[in-house]
């Protein structure tokens, strides 16, 4: 519980989903991650790869922009960006109910 946010409990339960939905949206932007450092460690390899072939640069992406490997993991960085935007939105809402609920409590006193 949180020592500042105790003057009732819909106040306590909102700052306790902001918290939970915040650990939801890092969870969701590590993911974003991986998937990101995938995407690029495989577009370097297949760079190399294709330069021990004697195959261009551009060539070599034009062959990993098409591969299965990195437009999956291009949609899943794009899929867990996009729940951690919605997990952090959630989030701010709450907080912002809880300072509400609050500031509401501390005036009626």
Known sequence: MNPIYQHNESEQDSWDLAESLMQQARAMMREAEEALDTWRTGKEMNRLRCARRGISTTDAE??????SNAKNALTTNNFSTGLATMYYNAAT?????????????????
Do not use: G, K, P
Request: hydrophobic residues 45%.
């Open 62 to 67: 034009i062959r990993w922009s098409a591969s």
């Open 93 to 109: 809402a709450n907080y912002a109910r809880a300072l509400y609920l609050f500031a509401t409590d501390e005036t009626e006193r």
